[in-house]
């Protein structure tokens, strides 16, 4: 499932996830607001609108407050905790622990991630993130062909309707990845943000990265 929002934001949602919007407050003329969301099962990928540049876009979940400004972020929340994704832009991480003396965590390179397993435990420092992870994130809140989710309104292919209750299956596109051009595409993303923003490869200091 995926939510578009008046400011050009979306939530990518995966099966078996449960969040609540709790708020969302955005002024189209200057494009400030704010979002909260409260992730209590499950994965979902925030992409940011107008509102995470002007504004204030942040993730509620059992161990973390997770805020997003101009970026792209893959949360995830299950039994290990919560595992936070930088893929474009600063995501500051705190929990009771960094308000209490460690400083909240802050990734500002893409490709990083942080786990977080308790609101009283200091969040893990910023990890290289690996193509199993990525690969295992990409399935979760990628739809296959012929999905439909239970709603009225189907994909087609040209004049042919198809992916409905009593259609047949919609053919394969010719994009679509196997595990090696996952990972391939992946890696060019990374390399392709870095040339364009001008970074060089990442390094993490303390619990900055």
Same mark, same amino acid.
């Given at each position: 499932?995926?939510?578009?929002?008046?400011? &050009?934001?979306?939530?990518?949602?995966?099966?078996?996830?449960?969040?609540?919007?709790?708020? /969302?407050?955005?002024?189209?003329?200057?494009? &400030? %607001?704010?979002?909260?969301?409260?992730?209590?099962? %499950?994965?979902?990928?925030?992409?940011?609108?107008?509102?995470?540049?002007?504004?204030?876009?942040?993730?509620?979940?059992?161990?973390?407050?997770?805020?997003?400004?101009?970026?792209?972020?893959?949360?995830?929340?299950?039994?290990?905790?919560?595992?936070?994704?930088?893929?474009?832009?600063?995501?500051?991480?705190?929990?009771?622990?960094? &308000?209490?003396?460690?400083?909240?965590?802050?990734? $500002?390179?893409?490709?990083?991630?942080?786990?977080?397993?308790?609101?009283?435990?200091?969040?893990?420092?910023?990890? &290289?993130?690996?193509?199993?992870?990525?690969?295992?994130?990409?399935?979760?809140?990628?739809?296959?062909?012929?999905?439909?989710?239970?709603? $009225?309104? /189907?994909?087609?292919?040209?004049?042919?309707?198809?992916?409905?209750?009593?259609?047949?299956?919609?053919? $394969?596109?010719?994009? /679509?990845?196997?595990?090696?051009?996952?990972?391939?595409?992946?890696?060019?993303?990374?390399?392709?943000?870095?040339?364009?923003?001008?970074?060089?490869?990442?390094?993490?200091?303390?619990?900055?990265?």
């Amino acid at each position: 499932m995926q939510l578009l929002f008046l400011d &050009k934001s979306s939530l990518s949602i995966a099966p078996n996830t449960s969040i609540v919007i709790d708020e /969302f407050v955005y002024d189209p003329n200057s494009g &400030k %607001g704010h979002m909260l969301t409260t992730l209590t099962q %499950g994965a979902l990928r925030y992409v940011g609108g107008e509102l995470s540049h002007q504004g204030e876009a942040t993730i509620q979940t059992a161990n973390a407050t997770i805020g997003i400004r101009g970026g792209t972020t893959t949360v995830g929340q299950g039994s290990g905790g919560t595992t936070v994704i930088d893929h474009f832009g600063t995501i500051t991480i705190e929990n009771l622990a960094t &308000k209490n003396g460690s400083g909240p965590i802050i990734i $500002t390179m893409p490709g990083y991630e942080v786990t977080i397993t308790g609101w009283t435990i200091p969040p893990g420092q910023p990890t &290289k993130v690996t193509d199993a992870e990525i690969l295992h994130y990409l399935a979760l809140l990628t739809s296959k062909p012929g999905q439909h989710g239970g709603g $009225t309104q /189907f994909s087609s292919f040209g004049n042919v309707a198809c992916g409905g209750p009593g259609q047949s299956a919609c053919p $394969t596109p010719p994009w /679509f990845s196997t595990n090696t051009g996952q990972d391939a595409a992946n890696q060019i993303i990374v390399q392709g943000t870095h040339l364009g923003s001008g970074q060089t490869p990442p390094r993490c200091t303390g619990y900055r990265c």
